[in-house]
């Protein structure tokens, strides 16, 4: 392998070195003690032009872009856990809710059941077990419903 001297270097850097320029830039690529000696060979005078000529910010910018080009982009994957929250929340309220409710009719249920038979005219027993049961039926419910979009975004995930 050819090296180049320091003083070629220097030529290369000021742009006097130009029947030998393309080998010495592909020999700058492969070479460290060379780029090495190119990197010394450059004077202050040639750093306050070559500062000039970058312009105001060109490190902020070459580093957005940088990482604009490196970031995932899992867009689908974002909407898709948002709208998997929101279901999950929106399950929990219902069943909140729910059971909630639950406690209030049976509140008002037994209430009614202390009244005597005649102050109402609905056969109470036909009614008992959808008016006690209703909470526990609608937990079921829930649950089934949230096991299935569970599975939904498990199988969504895999692929």
């Known amino acids: ?8 270097w220097q030529q290369f850097s000021q742009g006097q070195n130009t029947d030998k320029a393309l080998a010495m ?4 690529e492969i070479c460290d003690q060379c780029r090495q ?3 010394e060979s450059i004077d202050a005078a040639e750093m306050k032009r070559a500062e000039a000529a970058i312009v105001p910010g060109f490190a902020a910018q070459t580093i957005d ?3 604009k ?4 982009k899992r ?3 974002q909407r898709s856990n948002t709208r998997s929250l929101l279901l999950y929340y929106t399950a929990a309220a219902v069943l909140t809710l729910a059971l909630t409710g639950g406690g209030i009719i049976q509140d008002v249920n037994q209430r009614l059941a202390t009244l005597p038979q005649d102050a109402y005219s609905i056969d109470y027993s036909r ?3 959808i008016l006690w049961n209703w909470p526990a039926q609608l937990q079921e419910m829930t649950s089934s419903w949230l096991n299935h979009f569970d599975n939904i975004n498990r199988r969504n995930s895999s692929e």
């Open 25 to 28: 830039e592909t020999h700058l």
């Open 75 to 77: 867009p689908n994957s």
């Open 69 to 72: 080009s490196t970031r995932p």
């Open 37 to 39: 000696l190119f990197l």
């Open 65 to 67: 872009l940088i990482e």
């Open 1 to 8: 392998m050819q090296h180049f001297s320091k003083v070629e």
């Open 127 to 129: 009614y008992e077990s």
